[in-house]
């Protein structure tokens, strides 16, 4: 996640992290990009659950990556 925040120039946070289920979203205030993620009780594989590429903001001008 890290990297393809990187790369897009937005900060993130995990608003769910277990270890079956993974929910981030961008930290800018009423941005709809998220990604979920969930995996089995006996495996490290995750899935991809729901995604949603689009920002309600420019990248790189709300979100200022700590780099």
């Given amino acids: 996640m890290y990297k393809y ?3 897009n120039q937005f900060n993130y946070f995990f608003k769910r992290n277990y270890k079956q289920r993974i929910i981030v979203k961008c930290d800018t205030t009423n941005c ?11 495996t490290e594989v995750l899935s991809l659950k729901d ?3 689009q920002h309600k903001h420019n ?4 979100c ?3 780099v």
């Fill in 5 to 7: 925040a990187n790369v």
């Fill in 32 to 42: 709809l990009f998220y990604i979920c993620v969930s995996g089995g009780k006996n």
């Fill in 51 to 53: 995604f949603s590429e």
């Fill in 59 to 62: 990248l790189g001008e709300q």
């Fill in 64 to 66: 200022q990556m700590d």
